[in-house]
């Protein structure tokens, strides 16, 4: 036997952008060149609790993320 009250389904999409960025580093008397990605994301997440019996058992979440490499 188990609990299910907490049994839920999520579901969501998302959009990302990514882009390398480039610059130099001085490391004494040369010169190195650096790359590096950043990664924009954006999207929308479903959450279901199906055996929540209290108002409302959906939850929509928009977020939002930025990652260097």
């Not at 924009?40 to 058992?57: D, K, L, V």
């Amino acid at each position: 036997m188990g609990l299910h009250a907490y049994d839920n389904v999520q579901s969501g999409f998302s959009v990302s952008y990514t882009k390398t960025i480039s610059r130099a580093f001085k490391d004494g008397s040369d010169e190195v060149p650096l790359r590096y990605p950043i990664r924009f994301a954006a999207g929308m997440q479903q959450e279901t609790f199906y055996n929540f019996t209290g108002g409302n058992n959906r939850e929509l979440r928009p977020y939002v993320s930025v990652t260097l490499f």
